[in-house]
């Protein structure tokens, strides 16, 4: 559920001042940290409670990241450079990480496979962010597409899909879950120190 108290978070600080690219470059960052920490708390064995809580937050993230995508960041790129090719591949490897994240969501820790499943998801999306980070990503730039008015729009639906989904927003304490290029902005812009 959505805490309303005082609300000016830092999300809202930041809306706006995001592209479509930096938005999911963003997101991008996030998971690769996650995918990072799980592999810490496999070599560490850590606690089950812990694993499912970081697989849960991931599996979230990813699906927030994959709508948006496909709704609107998608759909952009496609008419805009008519690479269907290799859209067409994009969302493929959605559907891939779709199933695993579902077969997840589905399990616990301890049970056969878990860890390798999510192993596994982490590395084919790795796999997938390399591809729209090194070819999509430039390919939209070139394409002349409004970057800033498509990332405001998914702005709005990211934390529409998060409410729906039950997904706390960052508030005035988390700076130090903000990603380096968040800070930046908002240190630019005197919002914090
Ligand atoms: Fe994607
Ligand atoms: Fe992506």
Known sequence: MRKNSKKTTLKEKLMGKKDA?????????????????????????????????LVKKACNALLV????????????????????????????????????IEQLLDMMPGEDMYDAKFIVLSEQVKHHIKEEEGKMFPEAKSAKIDLDALGRKMERRKQDLEQEMGITDVDETDVGVLSGRDKARLTDEGLIP
Do not use: C, N, S, W
């Not at 996030?30 to 809580?53: M, R």
């Not at 952009?76 to 690479?83: E, I, L, P, S, Y």
């Open 21 to 53: 690219i930096d938005l999911l470059t963003d997101d991008h960052d996030e998971v690769k940290k996650i995918f990072k920490q799980f592999k810490q708390l496999v070599e560490d064995d850590a606690p089950h409670a812990e694993k499912a809580a």
């Open 65 to 100: 990241h994959t709508k948006l995508e496909e709704e609107l960041f998608y759909p952009a790129v496609r008419k805009a450079t008519g690479d269907d090719e290799l859209m067409d591949e994009a969302k493929v490897e959605h559907a891939g990480a779709k199933d695993l």
